[in-house]
């Protein structure tokens, strides 16, 4: 999803598009070689399981990818001279506190997938001296997987949709975030961000609106965390306030409804 929006944004010409199937990041040698090769100046890493359930059941394939995949691909960035973009979550911390989260608030996962995904992050921090670590949160796109779409389709084929009302994030389309990144690795202001379309919303404020764009006539029911078992337990509160992009005076994103109605427009 984000990687097509990158492609999207990113010129072409200057620009090695690599799928999962085409390097696997979990294979060290298979990274050094592919980075001697192309010798990038700059490495956009995004690969990563992102299934938080699957994680939790699965926690060697996600601390297999995400930390230890991470970990080749800081290494062999560092190796060519490369600056590397991992792209992080809000998972990282507990949704504990009442207010957003800044970047230099410290990070406490609750679950396998944001432990995995920190261990990559201080992989990236300690073996790849030019690093951007981008957080992002409940990202929704053109392409693969997401919530808005499986609202969408829920919104056809169901008369009672029951969402949870009492978890709070950011969506974030993933072309306005694509663009972002591409502004921020024009830069030499190395670093964490946290990188969101602007306000946020509770799962069942957002499900709300999807199924307003489509003039659904499904039943939406709240519902809480409780009411809803799954494997992994989630943050309560995992808002990121773009606080760094504020310091260093660069534009925020549209605001999440915009951000829906813009991925509407191209859908």
Known sequence: MLGHDLQRVLSPAVTVPLSSSELNVTDTEAVRSTFREIKPQTVIHAAAVTDVDACELHPEIAYNVNSL?????ARAAEEVGAAIVYISTDYVFDGLQNEPYIEFDSPHPLNVYGKSKLAGENFVRELCRKHYIIRTSW????????????IHRLGKEREEIRVVADQFGSPTYTYHLAQKIEEVIGTDRFGIYHITNSESCSWYQF????????????RLVPIETADYPVPAPRPKNSVLRNFVLQLEG???LPTWQEALNDFFAET
């Not at 995949?69 to 691909?73: E, I, K, Y």
């Not at 499900?207 to 499904?218: E, F, G, I, M, T």
């Open 69 to 73: 995949g991470s970990r080749n691909v």
């Open 139 to 150: 990202l929704f796109g053109k392409d693969g997987k997401n919530f808005v779409r499986t």
């Open 207 to 218: 499900a709300n609106a999807v199924l307003r764009h489509q003039q659904s006539q499904a």
């Open 250 to 252: 660069m534009s925020l």
